[in-house]
């Protein structure tokens, strides 16, 4: 399945009394997860490893464009107007990363990197992670979201986080957070985003995803300020394709050697786990 | 001094009779470094340490929004278009960093945390440095600069750098290569500059200094494509005026009590050795 939204297999899922494995060049299953699937004897595999750097670094170009004030100097640019003013220092800058698999754990590894302290938010609350120290219950996430300055979506899109982040986490959020989404669009209220960000209640966003996409033309978020929109590109890199392929092969040699995979996604889950 | 452009000293300093040391609340001090205080037992000390991460994360911005074509996201953004593309991973990338002082290695240091290889250029080449590894001599450029994806300069202004990177240097980079300049203007031949991003000798350029400050509003930088222009802030973060001031208040202190000053600015260099 190389189109993560795709609903042909389930369409087709009737004639397909063989099956015995699909694998998703994607991240996330969750357009594949339909209820004959999940109940079935079916392997599904996913993408698992190939998109946890370049999201990662994506990440981090928008917290570095918020943070330096990109957009501003951009259009201070256009209008040829020397405009000096101080910025803000991305280390020493607190992230809570909502949603603690191989994605999240990438970009927790990243902005540690460059001296952002992290914070996960998952299924469960815990201490100790390898990645984050502490996750905290992304049930809970009102409660927790005060003082963090960024706050990054990367969570995968189950009955449990479906408009996860909605009104309540957003009036919670510092006036000055940045929301940054590089996961699913189903797992925000957008609406509340939309109010959130014209009433001031966060300070910015940078959203890669969505949950209708393309974006349509006249959907709010396209011109708000402060908001960086990408379309659903955050893990595309060059070369991308060929290693999704090459990541595939793989996999096939072990099924035709009767390996066992080194990873498959836990249908019950929604994810790998 | 606060102005690291001023003329005010040397305009005064023939009534400057008992003048014994002189703070520079910058990084560079070419502007300081006029022939009588050069030639004068006069110390002179400058903001090191300051600005060295503040920088580093301002050149990680540039090489991020050039990377992840951000330029072209924001404008696909403002025309509402939906634009899916692949675009550059940084981590395996190269960067040359022109200038090896504290500023030069702050910015090391950051681009390896990424996973950018990094190699200097000083005054002198060398290898087994602790933050480049290799150290290629700066007047011999032309000769290794290819293969580069960024060329960063934060060569202090000095006579030998003065126009430093100029028309073979800019031949000689790849024509991917995005050129990085958060040091001094002056180090570059500005005309060659542009016309090697004209001429497509070089992929783009970030800059945030220039040999006429403001960058005067009818020059061709303003509106090159995949160029972005800062107004020389590139180390000003919040704060940064109260930084200065303390770090002045800490050399003042050791200054009354007779101690000697950590740091002193090499006159006849033109920075900290």
Known sequence: ???????????????????????????????????????????????????????????????LMHAKSSIGSLSDQAAKKWNRRSTRDIAGTKALIVGTGAIGRGIARRLKAVDIDVTGAGSRARSGDADFGEVIDSATLPEHVAGFDWVIDIAPLTEKTERLIGAEAFAAMDDTAVFINVGRGDTVDTDALVTALRDGQIGGAGLDVFDEEPLPAGHPLWSMDNVIITPHMSGDTDGWRMRLAEQFHALFEQYLAGEQFPHTVDKKLGYVR
Do not use: C, Q
């Open 1 to 63: 399945m190389w189109d993560f939204f795709s609903t042909a297999l389930k369409d087709a899922y009737g004639s397909a009394d063989r099956l015995g494995w699909v694998h998703a060049a994607a991240a996330g299953v969750d357009s594949l997860l339909f209820d004959e699937l999940v109940e079935s004897p079916v392997t599904v595999t996913n993408a698992r490893g190939i998109f946890d750097r370049p999201i990662a670094e994506f990440v981090l170009s928008y917290i």
